[in-house]
């Protein structure tokens, strides 16, 4: 059991740590293309004297601030934190509809599974 505990442990890290690097290096491409379009649009603005222009520069700050604090800030301490208020304030909204499965719910289902097959 400690042994499946400390592999669990090891993959849910592999796993965030993959999250992480897919989050810095998808932050390089956008964040190019968020200076790309800052000046274009910048530009834009200027020679027509509209500044409506600069507004799809909003909504791409957001997303470029989101996977900048993702990758590079920390906003999974921030989510680490809420998760564990969640598990210590508000643990009945994690439990299961209809509650926890059993052997005897997972039986019947195998047992009715088993039942559909063989009648195909």
Do not use: C
């Amino acid at each position: 059991l400690e042994r499946q505990l400390i592999l669990q442990n090891l993959i849910r890290e592999r796993q965030t740590a993959m999250q992480i690097a897919w989050t810095r290096e998808f932050l390089k491409y956008f964040g190019t293309f968020f200076g790309l379009a800052v000046a274009v649009l910048t530009t834009g603005a200027i020679k027509r004297k509209n500044p409506a222009v600069l507004l799809p520069i909003l909504p791409l700050s957001f997303v470029f601030s989101y996977h900048y604090d993702m990758g590079y800030g920390t906003l999974l301490q921030r989510i680490k934190g809420e998760a564990e208020n969640i598990l210590d304030t508000q643990s009945t909204l994690l439990e299961l509809p209809k509650g926890p499965l059993t052997f005897e719910d997972l039986e019947k289902i195998r047992i009715s599974q088993s039942n559909f097959l063989i009648e195909k």
